[in-house]
C-alpha cells in the first residue's frame, strides 16, 4: 500500500513543482516589495512629521494586530465591493507586502533610534542635507541592529504565504491538502510539504542568528 | 460599495461573535498553557549536557520554527486519524497551537536563562549551592523578569495564528465572520467585525505588556540600588 502511495505522490510532481513556484514567487515578489516599502516607511516613521509618523505609526498597529488570514479576507473579499478588480494572486501579493511593509518598517524605526543623537547632530554640524544624513550616516549604522531581525522576518513572512492558500492559491499548502485527498497519508504528504518549506526557511534561520552574534559583537565593541 | 455597509446584521450576529471571541480567548488561554509546559520541558531538554537529552528538543525546536503553523496544522489534522487518533478539530487545533507556540517559548526561556551573566552561576557554585538552588534562587527569579514581555509578545502571536484554526472549521472568531459571509454575502461586515474582535484581544494584551514591562523595570531598578 505505501508503494502505490509513492507511486501516486511521484505521480503528483508536477503540481508539487506549481505549488514551489507559487510559493517562491509570492514570496520573492512581496519580500522585495514589502523591503522598500518598509525602509521608506520607517524612515518617515522616524522622521520629523508627527502626523505622518502617527498615522504610519497606528495603521502598522492595525496590522499588527490583526491575524493575517482575516486581512487576505478583508482584500479579497472587500476591495471588488469597492470597485477594484482583482485575482487571488494579486490580493496575496498585496497582503503580504502589506504585512511584511508594516513589520519592517517596525524594525527600521528600531534600528534608527539605536544609533546615538550625536551621531545626527555631528551630520548636521558638518552640513549634510537631509538626504545625505539618513544615507551616509544614519542608516548605515542603523543596518547593523536591523540586519538579523530582518532576516528573521523574512523567515515569518515566507511562512505566511502559506496562510493565502485560504484564498484558494496553489501555493505549496495548497499543493500539501490537494494531494492528501487522493493520497490518504497526512503525515508522509506534510512532511514532505514542510521539509520543502524546512529547506529555505532554516538556513535563513540559521544566518539571522549568525548575524546577531556578529554584529551584535561588533556592537559592543563599538561601545567600549 | 461600502455605501450599504448593514450595520443591522452586525447586530443581529452579535451573539455569534461574542461565541466566537470568548472561543478564541479561552483556546488561546489553554493553547497558551500547554505552550508553556511544552517550552520549559523543550528548554530544559536543550539545555542538558547529554546529547540524547538536548538532540530531540533541537530537532523538535528547528522543526517548528522553519515551517508554517498551517502545515503543521494540517499535518496534525489529516496525519493523527492515520496513526488511529481520532480527534475532534478543536483538540487537534489546541494541540497544534501549543506545539508551534511551545518552540518559540522554548527559545524565549532560553535566551533569559543565557542572558543571566555566568558570573552569577560560579558564584552560586563558589557559595556551594546545588543545581536546584542556583536555578531557583539565582537564575530564574532573573531570568523571569527577562522573559515576561517575550513571552507576553508570544502570547500576542498566539491570538492571531489562532485563526488559522477556522481552517479545519473549529467555532471561533474567524469561523463567525466566515459563517455570516456566506450566509448573507456580507463579507465586508463580517470580517471588519472579526478584525475589530481581534483588535479588542491586541490592545488588551498590549497594554498587559506594557504594564508588566514597567513593573518589572521599576522592581529591576529598585533592586539593583
Same mark, same amino acid.
Given at each position: 500500500m505505501i508503494w502505490q502511495q509513492l507511486h501516486s505522490l511521484i505521480g503528483s510532481y508536477p503540481l508539487a513543482l506549481r505549488g514551489l513556484g507559487m510559493t517562491a514567487v509570492l514570496s520573492l515578489i512581496s519580500l522585495a516589495l514589502g523591503t522598500l516599502i518598509g525602509f521608506a516607511l520607517g524612515v518617515l516613521r522616524a522622521g520629523d512629521s508627527r502626523t505622518l509618523s502617527g498615522v504610519i505609526g497606528a495603521w502598522v498597529d492595525l496590522i499588527r494586530g490583526t491575524p493575517f488570514l482575516v486581512q487576505i479576507f478583508l482584500i479579497f473579499f472587500i476591495l471588488p465591493e469597492l470597485g477594484v478588480e482583482l485575482d487571488a494572486f494579486t490580493a496575496g501579493i498585496i497582503g503580504l507586502t502589506n504585512l511584511a511593509s508594516c513589520f519592517i518598517c517596525e524594525i527600521v524605526v528600531a534600528g534608527i533610534r539605536a544609533v546615538p543623537t550625536g551621531q545626527v547632530e555631528a551630520a548636521l554640524a558638518s552640513g549634510l542635507s537631509r538626504w545625505q544624513r539618513m544615507r551616509q550616516v544614519v542608516l548605515p549604522q542603523a543596518m547593523r541592529v536591523v540586519l538579523p531581525p530582518l532576516v528573521g522576518q523574512y523567515v515569518l513572512l515566507i511562512k505566511d $504565504? $502559506? %496562510? %493565502? $492558500?485560504?484564498?484558494?492559491?496553489?501555493?505549496l499548502t495548497r499543493v500539501g491538502w490537494l494531494v492528501v485527498q487522493r493520497v490518504p497519508n497526512g503525515l508522509l504528504v506534510f512532511a514532505l510539504v514542510g521539509l520543502a518549506y524546512f529547506i529555505v526557511c532554516y538556513p535563513l534561520i540559521l544566518l539571522a542568528s549568525r548575524l546577531e552574534k556578529r554584529l551584535g559583537a561588533a556592537h559592543a565593541e563599538v561601545q567600549l | 460599495m461600502l455605501a450599504n455597509f448593514s450595520f443591522r446584521t452586525i447586530v443581529e450576529y452579535l451573539p455569534l461573535f461574542g461565541q466566537g471571541l470568548v472561543a478564541t480567548l479561552w483556546l488561546s488561554v489553554l493553547s497558551f498553557a500547554g505552550a508553556l509546559a511544552i517550552g520549559i520541558i523543550a528548554c530544559g531538554m536543550n539545555l542538558q549536557r547529554s546529547r540524547l537529552l538536548r538532540a530531540p528538543a533541537k530537532v523538535y525546536i528547528d522543526a517548528v520554527r522553519a515551517t508554517p503553523l498551517l502545515a503543521q496544522l494540517y499535518f496534525l489534522y489529516f496525519g493523527l486519524p492515520r496513526l488511529g487518533f481520532i480527534l475532534p478539530e478543536l483538540v487537534v487545533g489546541v494541540l497544534a497551537l501549543s506545539l508551534n507556540s511551545g518552540a518559540y517559548i522554548a527559545e524565549i526561556i532560553r535566551a533569559g536563562i543565557l542572558s543571566i551573566p555566568r558570573g552569577q552561576v560560579e558564584a552560586g557554585v563558589a557559595s556551594g549551592m546545588t543545581f536546584v538552588q542556583r536555578m531557583r534562587l539565582v537564575i530564574l527569579p532573573q531570568a523571569f523578569r527577562v522573559t515576561i514581555p517575550p513571552l507576553l509578545g508570544q502570547a500576542i502571536v498566539l491570538v492571531k495564528d489562532s485563526a488559522l484554526l477556522s481552517l479545519i472549521s473549529v467555532a471561533e472568531l474567524t469561523r463567525a465572520g466566515q459563517l455570516l459571509a456566506s450566509d448573507r454575502f456580507m463579507p465586508a461586515e463580517a470580517f471588519i467585525t472579526v478584525a475589530a474582535c481581534y483588535l479588542l484581544l491586541y490592545y488588551g494584551l498590549k497594554g498587559l505588556a506594557r504594564g508588566s514591562e514597567r513593573w518589572l523595570g521599576s522592581r529591576t531598578v529598585r533592586s539593583r540600588t
Open positions: $504565504s $502559506s %496562510v %493565502v $492558500s485560504a484564498i484558494g492559491l496553489t501555493d | -
